[in-house]
């Protein structure tokens, strides 16, 4: 007992139980086994993983079992429902699932300091963070789980996502080897494997009068760089072709209605000697004399290498931009929220795609106003040539935007033409240095014409969004080689336990594979135009309708790196991401040459012909951010319930609808029953659905926290905040 006159004790209670235990249950012991594809094989497993849903302090998740497979990294969680189960899904790649190319860096935890985790480790965190390709994060806490497990998953994963490996050893090869052999579902794709491919699209675009498929290349005794078939003018010789292995060969990619043609040529090595240099440029003149004659149209040389940024650049620009948007948390969303034009100036990506979205401009008016021959020049024509070429045909040829049409053309310029996936995504990690996003930056290219003109595609954002997310899933051949050669070679190779023959790759244009018919139809435009329609008010009304997206605003003169402000930050933060009207643009700081400005405004000023021409628009924040593709993991970023994705799944609802009472129509018998008017909805529930995209479910929960006193403190220092005169778009009265 205390005195009268002695104090009370202060409370000493101390607590030693966890947040991840008071916020979860005690995990149930089920035994939860993955799904595995054919030539799938369990490496390694941890139970008792804990998965946070939502890292912003509260540390609310899921216990379940993390597993690595010579495919995926895994997450299996005994709390599945048909509630939680997403209505649309990747058949290959599940929600929690990463495949092991798509894992970009991995971090460990060790007392709540980040560590990037590389080869072998002395100490094993107590969580781990994965950051994809995709730009998902995922968070484990391994604070609860055996030690040996740990040791036996970390060093699994790090094994088998992190270190170098062989081309063979590849799944692409496992799954080839054991999936049963099944039909080619290219749906109508032209492969351009074939010298019929060559010969029907030479008839197509009306090149077959000036131009040739050569079959010089069969057996790859010219160059091994090169497809089997190309096509080269017809004045070219066969001894032209043999003498520098393909290279100074003016190689066809695409003829112009009016006869002028898109070609591309690989560059001699620059650093020779003076008598091979003098040979190859005597060589070179030859050539160009023997293309500048009748009946050819006169030529345009274009470098590629000093006309545009170079790979490193783009590599450069590219992991800054993506670090904008691999958020682990909420609060950390907010926080760099507040600078966000900043951040997304510093990065130079959106920058990089205007000035290759130019250069394609530069070339479609030499071709289409001046009739000239356009020969782009680059040390492999297999990276920034792709680019350039590709988006060339899709703004001037509409059978590129159609679905089969762009699949195609991805073939021909990409697939066949030699860009090397294998090394540019680093499918293998043998080197960071030959690592660049070339395939990536032409879809955020083709991405800004499908926002910018959405009735002139087939396909739609989201079919461009899946498709970059294929790069990273080794069951499809289509983006895991550099050369044609290379897949022949390995294609040949007898399957790697049944010795049965040759391998037999999926394509992944058969989409089958990974979605069934209600997700595909997502990836399918119910706006496309099939006529052309040049009027006017439509045009204005796209316009204004594309300017709610992300994009960033330019001033005459550079502020602090705290511009981009709102007047009403407490209210309005998201909006810095998800729309604004900007009261003051000017266009790029570069200036035009006073052609392709003519050229350019002249086309603007006109209706659009969805079937004909199509420009994109490059001034300023015309450019924008592919808001699907970068924000779809992001709560913050979503419309709870709303969006493009639940407009579109009303959209598909109806025509299903009409579909169907129209077959009822059509039907004369009377058996026809009544219940099959009213097809099932699309979606049945978007609450925890990405308002981006329709394969996603939200991790965790947006719930907007109080900024750092750091942040207001910063905030308070800036004397012209309210003077700020941005204006906002009420995106809460139209969504689209």
Known sequence: MLGSGARAAKPSFVSYISPEEVHIKEPVEKEVNPHLLPGELLLCEASTVYKYIQEDG?????YGKLVCTNFKIAFLDDSASDDNEPQLKNKIVGENDITLQCVDQIYGVYDEKKKLLTGQLRKYPEKLIIYCKDLRVFNFCLRYTKEEEVKRIVSGILHHSQTPKLLKRLFLFSY???????TDGRNQTVMFDTLEDWRDELERTKGNVKYKVVTTNEGYGVSEK???YFVVPICVSEESILKYEGRGIPIWCWSCHNGAALLKMSAFPKEQDDIASQTQKAFLDGIYKTISKPPYELLKMDDLSSSLPS??????????FKQLFLIDNSTDFWATDVKWFSLLESTNWLEIIRQVLKKAIEVAECLERQQTNVLLIEESATDLCCVISSLVQVMMDSYSRTKSGFQSLIQKEWVIGGHGFLDRCNHLHKSNKEEAPVFLLLLNCVWQLVQQYPPAFEFTETYLTVLSDS?????FSTFFFNSQHQKDTSTSGESLKTQSGPFRFLTVWDWSVQFDPKAQAFLNNPFYAEKPKPDRSQRKTARFKHQRQLSLPLTQAKTSMKRGFFREETDHLIKNILGKTIGKFINSSDELPNSFREFYDSWHSKPVDYHGLLLPRIDGPEI???AQRYLRWIPEAQLHGGGTIATTAK?????EEVRSLQEKMDEERSQ????DVHSVPMLRNSARLSSLFPFALLQRQSIKPALPTSTWKDLEDEDDLVKRDDEFVDLSSDTS
Do not use: C, E, F, H
Request: glycine share 4%; aromatic share 8%; net charge positive.
């Open 624 to 626: 924008k951010v592919w």
């Open 651 to 655: 959209i598909l609802d109806l025509m």
């Open 471 to 475: 790069l990273y899933v080794p069951i």
């Open 176 to 182: 080839a080897s054991a999936a049963p052999k099944t």
């Open 311 to 320: 790979l490193q650049d783009i590599q450069t620009a590219y992991t800054k």
């Open 226 to 228: 090169l497809p089997l």
């Open 58 to 62: 509260s540390n609310r998740g899921t």
């Open 672 to 675: 026809a029953v009544s219940g």
